[in-house]
């Protein structure tokens, strides 16, 4: 697929991606997803820490917490290269299709 993109006050660019990357980028992005889901999802033992537990207790909360964020904005990534990588097919496709019916695309 290649997309001409405009704006960024430059010329237009062009990007060229194959499905298979965009497939490959969006399964990374939901395998990471899951991982930081699992990580967020999880607290270690702060137990026996003395004096210094309720900063523990601080900094694995914040870490768990920023896990789940991570995780929920690459689940939201991973749903917008799936959007492109339909996109990049139907549009394949259709030019395909009218390059075979019209000699054009």
Request: contains cysteine; proline residues 1%; hydrophobic residues 45%.
């Amino acid at each position: 697929m290649a997309v001409d993109a405009g704006g960024g006050g430059g010329g237009g660019s062009t990007i060229v991606m194959d499905a298979a990357t965009m497939t490959a980028v969006e399964d990374g992005l939901k395998r990471a997803a899951e991982t930081f889901d699992a990580a967020g999802g999880s607290r270690a033992s702060t137990g026996g820490t003395g004096l210094a537990e309720p900063l523990l207790v601080t900094i694995l909360t914040r870490a768990c917490e920023t896990a789940s964020r991570v995780a929920f904005e690459s689940d939201l990534l991973a749903g917008a290269v799936a959007d492109c990588a339909g996109d990049a097919s139907s549009t394949d496709a259709a030019n395909a299709e009218a390059m075979l019916t019209e000699g054009t695309g």
